[in-house]
């Protein structure tokens, strides 16, 4: 009895944590993200801050991403909060010791440490939305941002059914409601109550603000952690650094270097014994 009860759960724990996202790539360099060459575009005086696939949504050293969504009055911004907090360093450690050359890439980035010097799409993109109009500045791995770009496609574009289950995130009630979207099935808690609509990533268009979504494998999972209220300013990545572009472009090289970092660099090891292996498993988030 004992040893079936502990099969049992050890079959529920693997079925929490197996669908992960795989990281591949180095994080890119901090000046081909021009990270210090942001200019102010906007104030938001409410945002939400959004744990990505937390181990433990308490704890941020579990996370991928500690995320957040701005909204202002003209543009609303989904964009990596961990990235934003290493960049003050960045430039405060980079004024302090009058340094000329690149700073360290991602010493200062928080959550899990296996995943710190590691590139996703998700954590170096940032996400913009000016009326109906989405745009992403995505910036590549170290080695590829050469295919720095940005795209603008209509928004929002899934197509959501509202579901009559709640549960109450941060104190709010929830609504849940499903949709279809580039491959994908997802499931999203919202709030009516929360002053802002949207939510993480591209996610919007319910009547309400997002506070968790997943897709139906829990492979990607964002959770709410926090609303705040005071005053956010939001940047912007200059234009010189992300050539226009198109979705489907872009999309292609983010999963490209996601399966295949180190062939696409063309890197040569003079000791091939100790180059990576090749190919490598890859769950996209969108998959079309």
């Not at 956010?232 to 490209?256: C, G, M």
């Amino acid at each position: 009895m004992k040893r079936n009860l502990l099969l049992l759960l050890l079959a529920l724990y693997s079925c929490l944590f197996y669908a992960q996202p795989k990281l591949d790539g180095e994080a890119p360099i901090r000046e081909k993200r021009g990270y210090d060459q942001r200019f102010v575009i906007d104030t938001a005086k409410v945002r939400v801050l959004y744990a990505l696939n937390a181990k433990d949504i308490k704890d941020e050293n579990t996370y991928i991403d500690l995320a957040k969504l701005e909204v202002g009055k003209r543009v609303r911004k989904y964009s990596s909060e961990f990235i934003a907090l290493s960049d003050i360093e960045a430039m405060k450690w980079k004024k302090a010791n009058n340094w000329k050359d690149n700073v360290p890439k991602t010493f200062w980035i928080g959550g899990r440490k296996e995943t710190q010097e590691k590139w996703s799409e998700l954590v170096y993109s940032d996400y913009f939305v000016r009326g109906n109009q989405l745009t992403e500045y995505a910036c590549m791995p170290l080695l590829l941002e050469r295919n720095n770009g940005q795209y603008t496609e209509p928004w929002p574009l899934m197509k959501w059914t509202l579901g009559k289950q709640h549960q109450t995130i941060l104190g709010h009630d929830c609504q849940n409601a499903t949709c279809h979207f580039r491959g994908r099935d997802f499931e999203a808690w919202f709030a009516t109550d929360v002053p802002i609509k949207g939510g993480p990533w591209k996610f919007g268009g319910l009547p309400g603000c997002i506070l968790k979504v997943y897709d139906k494998d829990k492979i990607y999972v964002w959770e709410a952690v926090a609303i705040e209220r005071g005053t956010f300013k939001i940047s912007q990545y200059p234009d010189k650094l992300y050539p226009k572009s198109t979705r489907e472009t872009i999309w292609k090289r983010q999963v490209k270097f996601s399966k295949d970092y180190w062939n696409c660099t063309g890197v040569i090891w003079l000791d091939p014994t100790r180059a990576p292996k090749g190919h490598k498993e890859f769950e996209a988030l969108e998959l079309e």
